[in-house]
């Protein structure tokens, strides 16, 4: 099974300041047959249903503010959130979908102000 | 409305039994590839099981934590998802959601569920 592992597993980030959260996958999530990185970033609120945020590494949801971004290729993944909203505080995990089953999670980061 | 609506959870006795059930809406359902996911208190995103839709075989898969005391199946007829929880232990103690790639179509989740609790504690 693809391991995820993420860090920080939880930061603080003032109001307009930049979040920065990692994902290593144990194995490339790169299928080279079409270039693309199978990891996707979902984000976790209290009381809401999980909400997928980007795919394919970098793609972001219809609806996703563009102050959210995705990066990286291979093993080593970014989810990126520019000047941070209050509305942003939730917790964070990455999630691979090239070997499956099973669909595996990073272990979370959770965001505070 | 495109959801997916989770029911049947509760508080149960270790060795027990539960049935969910997840009724989805405002996508073809008969054509999704369905999931069950689950949180435990204080943890992280757990995956639980699949099924594929009838048209790529309706197989179903499950993880291993899991596996010979869960199953997942469906309803096509119905647009429902149900799992199946038998010998469940006090570490199955989660919210179980029911979630699709039924949107994009390209195995990531891009529907959840609010998800339905499941206690297992005596």
């Known amino acids: 099974d693809i391991v995820m592992t993420q860090s920080p597993d939880s930061l603080a980030v003032s109001l307009g300041e930049r979040a920065t959260i990692n994902c290593k996958s144990s194995q490339s999530v790169l299928y080279s047959s079409n270039n693309k990185n199978y990891l996707a970033w979902y984000q976790l609120k209290p009381g809401q249903p999980p909400k997928l945020l980007i795919y394919w590494a970098s793609s972001r949801e219809s609806g996703v503010p563009d102050r959210f971004s995705g990066s990286g290729s291979g093993t080593d993944f970014t989810l990126t959130i520019d000047s941070l909203q209050a509305e942003d505080v939730a917790v964070y995990y990455c999630q691979q979908y090239y070997d499956t089953p099973p669909y595996t999670f990073g272990q979370g980061t959770k965001l505070e102000i | 409305e495109v959801q997916l609506v989770e029911s049947g959870g509760g508080l149960v006795k270790p060795g027990g039994s539960l049935r969910l059930s997840c009724a989805a809406s405002?996508?073809?359902?008969?054509?999704?590839?369905m999931s069950w996911v689950r949180q435990a208190p204080g943890k992280g995103l757990e995956w639980v099981g699949r099924?594929?839709?009838?048209?790529?075989?309706?197989?179903?898969d499950d993880a291993a934590s899991v596996k010979g005391r869960f199953s997942v199946s469906r309803d096509d007829s119905k647009n429902m998802l149900y799992l199946q929880m038998n010998s469940l232990q006090i570490e199955d103690t989660a919210v179980y959601h029911c979630?699709?790639?039924?949107?994009?179509?390209?195995?990531?989740?891009?529907?959840w569920g609010r998800g339905t609790l499941v206690t297992v504690s005596s």
């Open positions: 099924i594929k839709s009838q048209r790529s075989g309706g197989a179903t």
């Open positions: 405002g996508f073809t359902f008969r054509n999704a590839w």
């Open positions: 979630v699709t790639d039924a949107l994009h179509g390209e195995n990531y989740f891009d529907l």
